[in-house]
């Protein structure tokens, strides 16, 4: 079993990874201090799978909780269901001191958090992330957010969760093609940050597809250490965190351009990896074999190298509409070796176009 520390000027946490971690859970809850109601915010999809043995595990700790159920997908990380949220947290008297448990994907916790970051000026929240994708990437790091009509993750803040609980037995019922989202950003934090743990994905690409235990326990428990070690240098994104952006330049543009649809997440910042892996050769940072070392990876782990339904002019728009774009200026995270990046603004655009040229199928 795993443990991750996230050490922050304020509001440090402890991050748990492992199989079935009830005990934890239950002694942390029982220690914590909170009041005793508590509200667990799902989905339907994991509600229904494991609402029941959530809120038995809650109340076994001494708390009277209850589950409020939003439909799963990304439409429901709005206001609207915000507010909804609320009204439930108001009508079950949470007070201050009460704890809000995000139990699902990326979208529960982004929703919940931003409740919880929200209600009566803010109360403490816990993450218990149910997906490849939370569990590496949005249950670490404070980000909460909803989503306005014009853009995804408009109206937020920075708010860390008390304690976050990885429990590597939810990953069994989630469907193959969420196990890849999350291996693309798991791939990022090789490539970006550990040229070892880049080359064990190398080595273990069917042990990874079949969850087998040790190889799971291993790829989450490292790619949280290492956002967690940029998170804590950098926690409000103003220069380090940034790396952490690599492949997703090209990658919002080529979910933006198939309408979010064809492409999941971490499908689109593969691409978008191999689209910045063709810049940084381009302008020399690295040669060919990082290149093709990088795009086997990706293959060996079933996640696309190439985007269908996308142009290459559409896309280099895109890139300045970007959200992390900033007086339209790009900062491009490049690979100047594996395991490591520089971020460049001076890319050329001839530069840019032909890397999409050759991400576009
Ligand atoms: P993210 O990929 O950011 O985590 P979501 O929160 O939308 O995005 O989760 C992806 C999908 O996977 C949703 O449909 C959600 O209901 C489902 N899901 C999440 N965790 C599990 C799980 N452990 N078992 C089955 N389905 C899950
Ligand atoms: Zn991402």
Known sequence: MGE??????????????????DDK?????????????????????????????????????????????????????CLA??????TRAIANGLDRKSVICALGGGVVGDLAGF???????????????????????????GKVAVNHPSGKNLIGAFYQPKRVFIDLAFLSTLPPREICTGLGEIVKYGA??????????????PAILALESQALEHIVTRSVEIKADVVRQDEREN??????????????AIEKETQYVRYNHGEAVAIGMAGAAFISRALGLIDDTIVDRL?????????????????????YKDIFHDKKTVDG?????????LGHVTVRRDVPEEIVRDAMARIIE
Not at 81 to 86: F, H, Q, S, W
Not at 192 to 205: H, M, P, S, T
């Open 329 to 337: 200026q790009v900062n491009w995270v490049l690979l100047d070796a």
């Open 295 to 315: 795009l086997h990876l990706m293959e060996t782990l079933h996640l696309p190298i190439k985007a269908k339904g996308c142009t290459a002019d559409a896309m």
């Open 81 to 86: 269901e915000a507010e909804k949220i609320y």
């Open 239 to 252: 220069g380090l965190r940034r790396i952490l952006n690599f492949g997703h330049t090209i990658g919002h």
């Open 115 to 141: 409740v919880a970051a929200t209600y009566m000026r803010g109360i403490p929240y816990v993450q218990m992330p149910t997906s490849l994708l939370a569990q590496v990437d949005s249950s670490v790091g």
């Open 25 to 77: 859970v239950r002694a942390y809850f029982k220690g914590a201090g909170f009041s005793s109601r508590a509200l667990v915010v799902t989905d339907s999809n994991v509600g229904r799978l494991y609402e029941n043995a959530v809120e038995a595990l809650l109340r076994s700790a001494g708390l009277a909780a209850e589950t409020y159920r939003i439909p799963p997908g990304e439409r429901s990380k």
């Open 192 to 205: 970006i940050y550990d040229e070892a743990f880049f080359a064990y994905l190398e080595k273990n690409g």
């Open 4 to 21: 991750v520390n996230v050490i922050l000027p304020e509001n440090s946490y402890q991050i748990d990874i492992g199989k079935n971690l």
